[in-house]
């Protein structure tokens, strides 16, 4: 195989998912070209070595940003489950698979990463320092509806809840809007930030429902980290940004067979990095796939790297 071909076996995986029996089918269909499941397995290899270093270009890159969003998601290597984990910016995604869900692997995924970090409720972050970090306001709505549908008390403190949120959200895009100034917007966050903690401890104060008041305890302590966007504008309310990159990722997990070696579980996170990086910054994945593949097989070493504009500068306030 040439690096062309290389280049389209990676690109046809990482892009369109398709599994390695698919991609066998493609070739033979379209170019009459006949393969092997290990020759494509091993074009896949050799795709690995060549983008290796626009790989960790990437993962430097995210670990330098201001701000940067968290996720995880289910990976299998043959029945075993692991994780394959992301950090997102919107110029860039990096993504690697670890064999836990646990704090060990969150540190290795952020490294020395130091801006502000977007997230779920997941315990994995908790290392994290809770000043540079941001609760994800629709997680938090999903368990206020939950809390909301239930009856007395516990109701009453997740419909309240539920409202508050609602106008945390409406304040913060009526700002991003211009419909109102940054006075206006501080001052109306101030209050809603008062009111969301005075309810949470009522909530906490309940002798009825367990739960509910179980719930608030746990969002009583987190609650700092529910207003770490006010520190500075440019932390979101949201982690779509990293959902939206594991959504690929998890088509390709539906359509596809799990990875069954080492070397296809450093191949998955590799070329999504790659294609989703690409995408962020409106390049042609496969150019850059090919244009890498090229130098890597002509044993000239390996030049094609992203070009990144220069992070902004980073303030905690």
């Known amino acids: 195989m040439g690096p062309n071909l290389v280049a389209l076996i990676a690109h046809l995986s990482g892009r369109y998912h398709l599994s390695i029996r698919n991609i066998q089918d493609y070739l033979r269909e379209h170019w009459q070209l006949e393969f092997s499941i290990r020759a494509i ?10 983008l290796a270093e626009p790989y ?49 692997a969150a540190d290795t995924l952020l490294g020395e990463f130091s801006g502000y970090l977007v997230t779920d409720d997941y315990v994995g972050y908790t290392r994290f320092p809770d000043d540079r970090r941001q609760l994800c306001w629709p997680h938090l709505i999903r368990k206020f509806t939950d809390i909301g549908s239930r009856v007395g008390n516990g109701g009453k403190i997740g419909r309240r809840l539920l409202l508050i949120a609602h106008a ?11 419909r109102i100034d940054e006075l206006i917007y501080f001052r109306r966050m101030n209050r809603l930030r008062r009111s969301f903690r005075q309810t949470l401890e009522r909530g906490s104060r309940l002798r009825i429902d367990g739960r509910t008041k179980r719930q608030c305890v746990h ?99």
């Open 168 to 178: 945390i959200i409406r304040t913060r895009h009526r700002w991003q809007d211009q």
């Open 219 to 317: 969002l009583l302590t987190r609650e700092p980290m529910c207003w770490t966007f006010l520190s500075d504008h440019r932390i979101p309310l949201d982690n779509n940004t990293a959902e939206r990159a594991l959504r690929s990722y998890v088509i390709w997990r539906k359509l596809s067979f799990a990875s069954q070696s080492y070397q296809g579980d450093q191949f998955r996170p590799l070329i999504l990095s790659i294609v989703g990086t690409a995408q962020r910054l409106g390049i042609s994945s496969y150019q850059f796939i090919r244009s890498a593949c090229g130098e890597s097989m002509s044993g000239a070493g390996v030049t094609t790297r992203f070009t990144f504009d220069p992070p902004p500068l980073l303030t905690h306030s």
């Open 56 to 104: 960790r270009q990437i993962g430097e890159y995210v670990r330098h940003q201001p701000v940067a969003h968290a996720d995880e998601t289910r990976h299998f290597r043959g029945n075993e489950c692991r994780w394959l984990w992301a950090l997102v910016t919107l110029k860039a995604c990096y993504f690697l698979t670890q064999v836990s869900r646990g704090k060990e």
């Open 41 to 50: 397995s091993q074009a896949q290899a050799k795709a690995t070595t060549a």
